[in-house]
């Protein structure tokens, strides 16, 4: 599939984001969410991954399930999505799309303390 340009794969993430319940986006307090074309070698080491195209998202932070009495004046937590990898594996605007979705899904549940071994029962 040909590259699609930064702003374009951000309005996919944007609506990914709006077509999220009520309930979620309420709970994503101090949380940014970018986009960023590959992940850093850093990155990939965090995710305990060894090539880029393995990540096609990554959470950065505290998750609210360990936030306590004294989580305050911290920065944001992150979540990022990588074009590249995404835009590498999916053949179709559809299939884009899809799992820009959800990627961004996967990453909000950490964002809620569901962990990796959990998503994947769930089939995420």
Not at 19 to 34: C, G, K, R, S, W
Not at 93 to 104: G, S
Not at 107 to 112: L, N, P, Q, S, W
Request: hydrophobic letters at 40%; proline letters at 6%.
């Amino acid at each position: 599939m040909a590259d699609l340009i930064e702003a374009q794969f951000e309005t996919l993430v944007e609506q990914a984001l709006a077509d999220l319940p009520a309930e979620i986006l309420q709970h994503m307090d101090n949380v940014a969410i970018t986009v960023a074309d590959w992940p850093s070698a850093g990155e990939l080491k965090r995710a305990g991954r060894t090539h880029p195209g393995q990540l096609f998202g990554l959470y950065e932070g505290v998750p609210l399930t360990k936030r306590g009495a004294h989580y305050n004046l911290v920065t944001p937590d992150r979540i990022i999505i990588y074009r590249g990898p995404l835009q590498a594996v999916c053949r179709t605007p559809a299939a884009l799309r899809e799992q820009i979705r959800r990627t961004v899904v996967h990453e909000i549940a950490h964002h809620f303390g569901i962990s990796e071994a959990h998503l994947r029962e769930l089939g995420y």
